[in-house]
């Protein structure tokens, strides 16, 4: 298995992430090509999409409660801003956050208890980009595909430079090879790269390079077609790649298709956005930082798709596709949750975490406690410390003294206290 992952994106975070969640599309590849006898890799991330976001559902529902508890929380934690506005001294502060903390605690939320999902679900993005960007590197069932015609191309003389040529010709920077290695398994694997990515003309090119080997070419991509297009559209490609492409050739349904990808993605988290409670009862209660941060939240809600629109464009279909996907998903989850948190009593929940904050708040009672007892045993052995230094200095002084007073006469002790005798007269 070692050669799989010879063209597979090696960060050391998202690397080990993207290895996972491909092996994960592997799997479910090969159970709808066995079962279902179905081979599709964008029905496959239909599936292995339905599939995460039913395993991030606990997390969603969490912070789905979160947001409704904070609803009806709100105006307690409004309450306690408005007592401790415009008092910055330290204690204050403390007391305005420990009060806080209560609330918090008598609801049974945490303050980041939003920010989990989001934790979770970014890395899992970013590498899903690395496994739709490179899919034979992750999928061996895909890496299969093109196997033979590789083999058939490695045992064709000269290959190294019709392959280069082909390459430099159609400019395919996005796609990192190197033809010089003399390692046949990492040049096998990049030359599947470079197939992976040739659009309908950078077949035609290979088959006027490699005549002998035109039924395979040709079967291969007949192959890949079925197995890598939703529709008109490559999953590995971009829909901006593809619109310039469509507008050379004339091919206005690629065009309008690619076109409506992003768009389509774009609408889809607008609806889901529109489902999500928010906390607009509450944005009249006079608090400003509450009406700020409710003016941030819908500014960021409406921004966010606008940027994954963007953004859309210049990533693989296939990762458009998860995007695509994953709104319809919480669009129905969001629908079942709200249905679900109408119908659930909310004093009801308060009610029982009102012991759970009793506990929390005497634990942290008692963590005080012993920071207090600690400070406090740590500044009575330094006083001692202090007083034992001071007894020993004293000691040495009485000894000093007393060794001057027998000093004989002449030496230089005997001046010393002549000298002390004299300033301590003056001084009366």
């Not at 996907?325 to 975490?353: A, C, P, T, W, Y």
């Amino acid at each position: 298995m070692s050669e799989l992952y010879l063209t597979a994106y090696d960060g050391a975070i998202l690397g080990p992430i993207a290895k996972v969640l491909g092996w994960i599309m592997d799997k479910i590849y090969i159970f709808l090509s066995s079962v279902c006898h179905i081979d599709s890799i964008a029905l496959t991330i239909i599936v292995f999409t339905i599939f995460i976001y039913l395993c991030l559902f606990p997390l969603t529902y969490t912070q789905q409660k979160f947001s409704v508890l904070t609803r009806k929380m709100q105006p307690e934690i409004n309450a306690i801003q408005k007592k401790y506005k415009g008092r910055k001294d330290q204690e204050s502060m403390l007391a305005q956050q420990e009060e806080t903390q209560m609330i918090y605690d008598k609801y049974g939320v945490s303050p980041t208890g939003s920010c989990v999902q989001l934790l979770i679900q970014m890395p899992i993005l970013f590498a899903l980009y690395r496994v739709f960007y490179n899919v034979p590197a992750y999928i061996t069932s895909v890496k299969g595909v093109f196997t033979d015609l590789v083999s058939q191309i490695m045992n064709t003389d000269g290959y190294v430079k019709k392959i280069s040529s082909i390459y430099e010709t159609l400019n395919l920077r996005n796609v990192q090879c190197d033809f010089t290695v003399e390692d046949p398994t990492a040049m096998s694997n990049y030359i599947i790269d470079f197939l992976y990515k040739l659009s309908e003309s950078g077949w035609d090119m290979l088959s006027k390079g490699f005549p002998s080997l035109t039924d395979s070419i040709t079967a291969t991509a007949q192959n890949l077609r079925n197995i890598n297009y939703l529709f008109v559209l490559n999953i590995s490609d971009t829909p901006w790649n593809l619109m310039k492409s469509a507008w050379t050739s004339h091919g206005w349904l690629l065009f309008v298709c690619a076109l409506l990808t992003p768009v389509i993605s774009y609408l889809a988290q607008m609806v889901n956005i529109k489902l999500m409670p928010t906390g607009d009862d509450n944005n009249n209660s006079g608090n400003a930082q509450a009406d700020q941060m409710a003016r941030q939240m819908k500014t960021m809600n409406m921004m966010m798709p606008l940027m994954t629109l963007f953004i859309a464009f210049s990533c693989p279909v296939g990762l458009v596709l998860y995007w695509t996907m994953g709104s319809f998903v919480r669009i129905v989850q969001q629908i079942f949750l709200n249905k679900h948190f109408e119908k659930i009593d909310l004093d009801d929940i308060v009610e029982k975490n009102k012991e759970k904050a009793a506990k929390k708040k005497e634990k942290r009672g008692e963590r005080q406690a012993q920071i207090y007892e600690a400070a406090r045993m740590n500044t009575k052995n330094s006083m001692a410390s202090k007083a034992n230094i001071s007894s020993d200095k004293l000691d040495a002084l009485n000894r000093a003294e007393e060794a001057r007073s027998h000093a004989r006469s002449g030496s230089m002790a005997s001046k010393a206290n002549m000298v002390k005798d004299f300033n301590e007269r003056n001084n009366k």
